[in-house]
């Protein structure tokens, strides 16, 4: 079983900010596959960025290239969302995932992971 808590989510400007963390527990990320995703108020889950914890290949979704950097720290069990330039249609909850056997080309769908955190609100102000 792996446990995954999201934190560093706030209120924050537009063309600020952000750096959002997931620490793991239980068991470590090698072998796993961890992605960002978000929901908006009343809109579905969305594929933000994805990491694979072995090679660090990353993958991600149009909307956040370029603005969006996802990363890891092995020793400390932890994968980072680091946000800038955030705009107003950023807000949402955002959550991390993860699954020891996700494959490439189904990173991006929700249903190939597992294990979620609990999420933690982002909020653009314009």
């Known amino acids: 079983q792996v446990q995954l808590v999201e934190s560093g989510g706030g209120l924050v400007q537009a063309g600020g900010s952000l750096r959002l963390s997931c620490v793991a527990s239980g068991r470590t990320l090698r072998n796993f596959a961890v992605a960002w995703f978000r929901q908006a108020s009343g809109k579905d889950r969305d594929f933000l960025a994805a990491?694979?914890?072995?090679?660090?290949?990353?993958v991600y979704e149009d909307v956040v290239k370029g603005r969006f950097t996802i990363s890891k720290d092995t020793a400390k069990n932890t994968v980072y969302l680091q946000m800038d330039n955030l705009k107003f249609e950023d807000t949402a909850v955002y959550y991390c995932?993860?699954?020891?056997?996700?494959?490439?080309?189904?990173?991006?769908?929700?249903?190939?992971?597992?294990?979620w955190g609990q999420g933690t609100q982002v909020t653009v102000s314009s």
């Open positions: 995932a993860a699954d020891p056997r996700a494959i490439w080309s189904a990173l991006t769908q929700r249903e190939t992971y597992d294990y």
């Open positions: 990491i694979r914890w072995n090679s660090g290949h990353s």
